[in-house]
């Protein structure tokens, strides 16, 4: 078994309003009751990163994983398998990706 490295543990954490504007909501949707957020937190020991991403949304499309996972790699360096992505399954929101 390898020891893990160990350095400096820096950690970064974001919050951000996803919420559609009303005159784009699915006809459906009569109003926005509450917003819906994407949050992320980003751990970082100088040796390994990795990224925590929940979505307030029913499901995650494949294309949309793909895209967001592309981003996270290309912008934070952290490695796909570092990445944990997840919707948080609420009903309250509009789907993301082609159909919604």
Do not use: F, W
């Not at 919050?15 to 949050?39: G, Q």
């Not at 592309?70 to 398998?81: L, N, R, S, Y």
């Amino acid at each position: 078994m390898t020891t893990p490295k160990s350095g400096q543990l820096r950690v970064g954490a974001a919050k951000v309003d996803i919420t559609p504007p009303a005159d784009a909501l699915p006809s459906d949707y009569k109003s926005i009751h509450d917003p819906i957020y994407a949050r992320a937190i980003v751990l970082d020991n100088q040796h390994t990163k990795v990224v925590l991403l929940g979505i307030d949304v029913v499901m995650l499309l494949e294309g949309v994983y793909t895209e967001l996972t592309q981003q996270i790699i290309a912008e934070v360096g952290c490695p796909i398998e570092n990445i944990l992505m997840s919707a948080t399954h609420t009903h309250a929101s509009p789907g993301i990706g082609p159909d919604g």
